[in-house]
């Protein structure tokens, strides 16, 4: 039929195991399709055919506010672009997932900010506001941020991508050790391949196709 449109196939048979303590990077040209695979993984969207299997559970046909508490509950996003709340606190923003919490998470939103922002390294940083910290500051406040509800999967689309090199290795060290320690999974989006090769598996995303790299 004239002017019908193919349709556009983004990710194709794609298959990743990342297990609990292990570190994944995906690296691959832009519009490869690494955004369309991280949003898949931290349940923004559904795939048009296949499944998502998550800490046990398969997640495609759930309904969306149980795949939104579950995305709440246990996946951790660190974006390039933070999106801090301006005019508020470090505290403040590392606190602000809390709020739609229950119970001691909610009113001890505050606390538990400030456990977070310490193990950054921001401990002498609680009540800066966002203006006033610096690009690596900042990217800290979006790690404990996203490392606050203790979630089992980090997700992070090229976090470092507007750090200078030396602020760039420190965040990464951190995301690593913090995800190796505590037993969560980390899947890192970079289009940095000497980064990339600091994690335990490296894949490579090539015309909406995974394959280790």
């Known amino acids: 039929m004239r002017g019908r449109k193919e349709p556009l196939t983004v990710l194709d048979d794609v298959n990743l195991t990342v297990g609990y303590g292990r570190t994944a990077a995906i690296v691959g040209l832009s519009g490869a ?6 949003n898949i993984l931290g349940l923004l969207e559904r795939p048009d055919e296949g499944t ?7 997640t495609t046909k759930l309904r969306e506010s149980a795949r939104a508490r579950l995305r709440g509950e246990s996946i951790g996003f660190v974006f390039q672009q933070l999106n801090l709340l301006s005019g508020r606190t470090a505290r403040e923003n590392v606190a602000a997932p809390l709020l739609y919490a229950q ?3 909610l009113w001890r ?3 538990l900010a400030d456990e977070a922002l310490r193990r950054v390294g921001l401990g002498e940083r609680l009540t800066a506001t966002s203006a006033s910290l610096s690009g690596g500051e900042q990217q800290r406040v979006a790690i404990a941020r996203a490392m606050i509800r203790r979630p089992r999967l980090i997700l992070a689309d090229e976090p470092t991508g507007a750090l200078d090199p030396q602020t760039a290795g420190q965040i990464m060290e951190l995301l690593f050790s ?3 320690e505590d037993g969560r999974a980390l899947i890192l989006v970079t289009h940095d ?10 894949y490579l995303l090539d015309k909406g196709k995974l394959m280790p790299a």
């Open 193 to 202: 391949h000497a980064l990339a090769r600091r994690a335990d598996d490296v």
């Open 178 to 180: 913090t995800a190796r």
């Open 52 to 58: 998502v299997r998550m800490f046990g559970d398969e």
């Open 103 to 105: 119970g001691r998470e």
């Open 109 to 111: 939103r505050h606390k």
């Open 33 to 38: 399709g690494k955004s369309t695979l991280l």
